[in-house]
């Protein structure tokens, strides 16, 4: 049977491509391999003549050889480990191939990119380089020299796999793509290797890969058990670690971006799997705003030469435009896009790790104009299918890109050309980062990160004035007729994403002022551009100092919510140090809320020079001074921060380990399994962040994982890339009732508990909070927006340091309302009031008083009179009056709604306007601190991250700077 239908699957392969077979050179091919990808190839119309045989070489092994199966075998994956070790067989078999270490992983393996070319592109791989090097900045040469060198050289396609841990395809077609690119002699491949350098970085999430593959293997061997989840993918974020390339916070990001800036690749092409059958990138738009048109139009190039030759070949469902919006520049795609190349992707169908099985499609089985040719409603899918399909697209794409080679090296030239007129074209001509701002560390902060991002950022000469403002000397100016203007701008600018556009696919803001907390100013007026200014040729670093160090009987450090300050506390965590309660003066110096105190007296005696050791090192200036200044003050601790996470979902907590170890901060972290088991939680943490659960209603949280048999997540000898970061013998069930009675009890007993997001459910439907709720807007979207808040409580240890607004990141949920609003669920007053409300029609106009005809004039007021709530029931409300009504604290509120849009996307902001945003809800002790923004998001929101350290550092004495009952209207 199976070889019957071999034969007649091999027949129908040549009856189908009679034409393209004509391309294949007398080159013999290796036929137990060849008979395999016809063997799992499930059916015909999931070949072309480009994958459907693989050429014999006499030198160069085939994957086959070094790892004992042919790509895309039922039921194998491959290790990291494995995949670099064929690359460098290859690379040692074939002048035409080169590999090398591109760097480690966050948990340190290391990540490996090889170069496929023809010998001679290989050894003039370091000129190739250079070319594109110098065709990036058009600064340095000039048109007819970029002429010759786009002659010259050659275009550079970068092609990366197993982003995401799950999509399990890539590096395997991946490791065949090399051989073939490698040892083939057709025609088509020929001109591939002549005109292309093809870069190929077969496993981006190096950590995850490997636990991906034990979490198969596990399941193939023992399928009388349940399989095992993919609790962690890297080392802090899963399906995330792409979207990290405004941050840059990852290992992988790091590793990419310096990668990028030695290639210059004038294509990226990240490998990814979800729908059937291949997707390749363009979008439904809104498409980013901030790239050029050149770009735009590139990707519907590409994906139409996919679609066109994989359609010809009969190949069904090859699709575009229906999947991504086109708008966020987080996506590691974007080190190309940033910088004047293209980046695009592909999703094409996986399945589950290399199973072959029947997979049913729905919505996306149907015609659309976009899907002329859609995939099937059900067909049996292989492994190998999936990489016929993705390999057959790339050699097109790589074929095409070969034929047009000057016109990709052209456009990656033009476009380079054309971020440098941008400061005198279409504008603006800079942006300004003052140097006397606020924050000058978070300034600092953010113009480290442009440089990362590759920005030349200048600091002015002297003092200049700019439509109508004045910048002192020191000012940063980022010029925008620089090669990589697009990036800062994109970064910089404010975006605007209409509601009525298709449905965001992620994040629609991402300011980076805003979310840093750093004022930046966009330069329209091109005179910034004359401004006397001197190149940065390293990183900013500020130098702290001690002033006044003689006889000082206390140092002062002022707050401004500089991340720094945190780090300080800890790197002098034996010192005694005190907040101060309000602002004062010493001096001629005002000082915040919140300022450090430090007193000499109570300190060690080294301390002074422990002090500017510290202070120099984090940037941060203390004063001394002769006497204590009088202010009310109380101890700021050395907190033990617990991060918490469930085993349903790890991945936005990693965004807060990565920033919590980025500063240096020690925690502890802990899992629901913890907080059940531990009865005394007090005795071990002061402060449990609960970062966001996707999906975190609160009986997820509180149940966790069901399963009648034991899921483990750990190391073992024969599954060594299990388990980590955190693991555990068996995963199931959650924090459970008794885990809801430690917390409760721990914030009794003075702990600081604070959810995050929608984690925020925990403690108000199991009780602990009561007069906040959780509601449900009806119109309300701002999806990954950047919003305003204003710091409402400004006496509160959680505002210490932040000024009246608050650019803040907010995800589209949870809405808070507080108040008897919340404990009633209704609006109790509006309830009696019911027709009465406004006025009836009558005499005078709208603010006066009506007259009744024939009747005594009723006085206005009659004392006594309240509420429409009748006595009885007045009454009868105080029995059901929580014990936070009066003592909740709303610290930070969202902006009114006109003010409320700092970046992305905002409709039904009425329904959001003024509801709390940050709140303070005492309990026993302790306090819980809910969270509707996310302070820890994705590495990019700096500027909130203290209100989360202002909570740590005055977890005793939250309730400093509450209103006394008399003071209370
Ligand atoms: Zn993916």
């Not at 004062?584 to 110096?589: S, T, V």
Request: with cysteine; aromatic share 10%.
């Amino acid at each position: 049977m199976k070889h019957s239908s071999k034969l007649i699957l091999s027949l129908g392969l040549i009856f189908l491509f009679p034409l393209f077979n004509s391309l294949q050179a007398e080159q013999k091919n290796n036929q137990e391999y060849t008979a395999k990808i016809l063997e799992y190839t499930t059916a015909k119309f999931f070949l072309t003549e480009l994958v459907d045989h693989l050429p014999a070489s006499d030198t160069v092994p085939t994957p086959q050889k070094i790892l004992g199966n042919i790509i895309g075998a039922p039921n194998i994956l491959h290790y990291t480990a494995d995949i670099n070790k064929y690359m460098r067989a290859v690379a040692e078999a074939s002048p035409r191939v080169i590999a090398f270490s591109i760097g480690q992983s966050d948990e340190g393996k290391e990540m490996i990119t090889a170069a496929v070319s023809d010998e001679k592109n290989i050894e003039r791989i370091e000129r190739i380089k250079e070319i594109l090097r110098l065709l990036a900045d058009p600064r340095k040469i000039n048109d007819s020299e970029a002429e010759k060198l786009i002659t010259e050289g050659v275009p550079i396609y970068w092609i990366t796999g197993a982003m995401h841990s799950t999509e399990t395809g890539s590096p395997e077609m991946l490791m065949e793509l090399v051989y073939r690119l490698a040892v083939e002699e057709t025609d088509f491949i020929k001109a591939i290797r002549k005109n292309v350098v093809v870069l190929v970085t077969p496993v981006l999430e190096i950590d995850g890969r490997d636990r991906y593959v034990d979490t198969y293997r596990y399941k193939k061997e023992h399928q009388d058990k349940k399989s095992l989840p993919l609790v962690y993918w890297g080392n802090y974020v899963a399906h995330d670690n792409n979207r990290d390339t405004i941050g840059l916070a990852l290992k992988m990001s790091d590793n990419l971006s310096k990668h990028y800036f030695e290639w210059h690749p004038t294509i990226m092409h990240d490998l990814h799997e979800s729908v059937p059958y291949l997707y390749t990138s363009t979008g439904t738009g809104p498409y980013n705003a901030w790239l050029d048109p050149i770009t735009i139009n590139e990707w519907h190039e590409l994906a139409y030469v996919e679609i066109s030759e994989m359609t010809k070949r009969g190949v069904p469902g090859v699709w575009t435009h229906g999947f991504f919006d086109g708008w966020a520049p987080s996506y590691a795609f974007y080190l190309a896009m940033f910088h004047n190349s293209l980046g695009r992707f592909y999703e094409t169908f996986g399945g589950t790790g290399a199973d072959t099985l029947v997979r049913t499609v729905g919505g996306q089985s149907q015609r659309a104009w976009y899907r002329p040719n859609p995939p099937l409603k059900a067909v049996k899918w292989s492994f190998r299918n999936n990489i016929n399909l993705q390999q057959s697209a790339l050699l097109f794409a790589l074929k095409h890109v070969a034929d047009n080679k000057s016109k990709f090296a052209k456009d990656f030239y033009l476009k380079s050309k054309r971020s440098v007129a941008k400061a005198r074209a279409e504008g603006p001509a800079a942006w300004v980062i003052p140097a006397d701002q606020k924050r000058p560390l978070a300034a600092a902060d953010l113009v480290n990160l442009l440089r990362k991002h590759g920005a030349e950022i200048h600091k002015a000469d002297k003092e200049f004035t700019l439509q109508k403002e004045k910048f002192v000397a020191g000012s940063y100016i980022i010029r925008l007729d620089q090669p990589y203007s697009r990036c800062v701008d994109m970064l910089l600018d404010t975006q605007y994403y209409n509601p009525d556009d298709p449905r965001p696919y992620d994040d629609t803001g991402w300011t980076l002022g805003a979310l840093h907390n750093v004022n930046t100013v966009r330069a329209t007026d091109q005179k910034v551009l004359e401004v006397p200014m001197t190149l940065l040729e390293k990183d900013v670093k500020v130098e702290g100092m001690v002033v006044n160090p003689k006889n000082a009987v206390a140092f002062l450090i002022n707050h401004r919510a500089e991340n720094a300050l945190m780090k300080f506390r800890f790197e002098l965590q034996e010192m005694k140090m005190q907040a101060a309660e309000t602002s004062f003066k010493a001096g001629d110096k005002k000082f915040n809320p919140g300022t450090f105190i430090i007193p000499v007296k109570e300190n060690p005696e080294d301390m002074l020079s422990r002090l500017k050791n510290a202070t120099k090192d984090l940037g941060l200036t203390a004063y001394g001074v002769a006497s204590v200044p009088k202010v009310k003050t109380h101890e700021l601790a050395v907190p033990r921060i617990a991060i918490l996470h469930t085993w349903v979902f790890t991945q936005n907590e990693g965004w807060f380990r990565l920033a919590f170890e980025k500063l240096g901060i020690p925690y502890s972290y802990i899992s629901v399994h913890d907080i059940k088991d531990t009865e005394d939680l007090k005795n071990k943490y002061d402060v449990i962040i609960f970062p966001p659960v996707m999906l975190g209603k609160a009986q997820r949280l509180v149940n966790g994982i069901s399963s009648d048999s034991p899921i483990p997540w750990k190391k073992s000898e024969k599954y060594p890339n299990l388990g980590g970061p955190d693991s555990r013998d068996d995963i199931r069930g959650g924090m459970e009732f008794k885990g809801i009675l430690n917390l409760r009890r721990f914030i009794e007993e003075g702990g600081c508990f604070i959810p995050i997001t929608n984690n925020v459910s925990l403690p108000i439907d199991y009780g602990m909070v009561e007069s906040v709720a959780v509601v449900e807007p009806k119109n309300l979207k701002a999806r990954g927006a950047v919003l305003q808040t204003r710091i409402i409580d400004t006496r509160s240890p959680i505002s210490y340091g932040y000024d009246r607004t608050l650019g803040v990141y907010f995800a589209g949920a949870p809405v808070l309302e507080t108040g008897m609003k919340a404990v009633f669920g209704v609006d109790i007053q509006e309830l009696f009031d019911g027709e009465a409300k406004g006025r009836a029609s009558g005499r005078g106009s709208l603010k006066d008083a009506d007259v009744i005809q024939g009747r005594p004039l009723q006085p206005p007021k009659i004392k006594g009179a309240g509420t429409g709530i009748p006595p009885e029931y007045r009454e009868m409300m105080k029995l059901y009056l929580p014990p936070d009504l009066n003592t909740i604290r709303v610290i930070l509120r969202f902006s009114q709604k006109e003010k409320l849009l700092l970046s992305g996307l905002l409709a039904g902001g009425e329904e959001l306007q003024n509801k709390a945003a940050v709140i303070d809800v005492p309990l026993g002790k302790g306090h819980i601190l809910l969270f509707a923004i996310n302070p820890m998001w994705r590495y990019e929101t700096q500027g909130s991250f203290f209100l989360l350290f202002n909570a740590a550092l005055n977890y005793n004495y939250l309730d400093a700077g509450r209103p006394k009952p008399a003071e209370k209207k």
